[in-house]
């Protein structure tokens, strides 16, 4: 397993000095954020140059470019509209992708976020718009992963399961967020794994606590958007890998069991919650040191 950094930790920095920056912490690879304005991310319209100047930058330390990372997701949407703006707009990624040498490419699994519940064309729309792009994907060897996110259609790992029997592509697989699972009280990492195995083809690492008071609590809705969850909203906060209350080592172990062998993504929140966590300088080489002890181990 190699270990790569997100540009959600690193709100300050540019994508040159992220690259750097992990580098120097002993990162094998980076996910970038790719979204207009923000410091750390590839802008949805991006020249030529720029993407030049980050794969140069990647060949020159030797980091590989592993994942992108956009924020879309109107892929279940009832609105033709937005729906056909979002796959026009992923189709963009997936030609940033490959020409960037990175792999995978992250999704949402559409957007729950204010509904009172999924409609059967809701299903339909999110199978056609995936089986859509996972074939122009397929196109350029990428890989598209849902991720098991809150205010999404695969926010537990049942629902990711399902979704990939719905959908049904070899280019599309499951980006399996442990953490996630855990602060929206769905499943624990070993029924998680095994539900999963077959369609793990990355992992997001990142740690938590439960506030005081609350460990107990179950959150009605995640939050109002899909990227985050307002500070109104948390029943948890951040912490560096290591220093929170998910089992990593023993996460990575089940995760060796079952044969994986991809990337671990430090999803360091910085970019959401920047009070829970320090700089990525710290925080984010405390945790591929702790994740670095772990894997010496198995």
């Not at 020159?60 to 997701?73: D, M, W």
């Not at 949402?108 to 089986?131: F, M, P, R, W």
């Amino acid at each position: 397993m190699k270990i790569a950094g997100h540009t959600m930790g690193t709100p300050e920095y540019t994508i040159p000095e992220a690259i750097k920056l992990f580098h120097d912490i002993k990162l094998d690879g980076i996910e970038i954020v790719v979204q207009d304005n923000y410091k750390c991310g590839i802008p949805v319209n991006a020249s030529t140059e720029l993407l030049d100047e980050i794969k140069m930058l990647s060949n020159k330390y030797q980091l590989h470019i592993a994942c992108l990372t956009p924020y879309n997701s109107n892929f279940n949407s009832e609105d033709k509209g937005l729906r056909e703006h979002d796959i026009s707009e992923i189709i963009r990624v997936i030609d940033y992708a490959a020409y960037l040498g990175a792999q995978y490419i992250r999704l949402y699994a559409g957007n729950v976020s204010g509904t009172t519940g999924l409609k059967e064309e809701n299903y339909h729309y999110i199978k056609d718009s995936l089986q859509h792009l996972g074939n122009h994907a397929a196109e350029r060897n990428i890989i598209l992963l849902l991720e098991n996110h809150f205010n999404t259609m695969t926010v537990s790992a049942k629902d990711s399961f399902n979704m990939m029997k719905w959908i049904s592509h070899p280019n599309v697989r499951i980006l399996y967020d442990q953490a996630n699972l855990t602060f929206t009280r769905k499943e624990d990492y070993e029924e998680a794994l095994s539900l999963q195995k077959d369609y793990i083809a990355y992992v997001h690492v990142k740690d938590l606590v439960f506030k005081k008071g609350i460990e107990n609590t179950i959150p009605t809705s995640a939050a109002k958007s899909v990227s985050h969850q307002n500070e109104n909203e948390r029943i948890v906060s951040t912490r560096i890998v290591g220093e929170g209350i998910l089992p990593w080592k023993n996460i990575l172990k089940a995760l060796k069991h079952i044969g994986y062998d991809g990337w671990l993504s430090l999803e360091y929140e910085r970019r959401w919650h920047p009070n829970d966590i320090p700089d990525a300088k710290i925080g984010m080489k405390k945790s591929a040191e702790y994740l670095h002890s772990c894997l010496n181990c198995l």
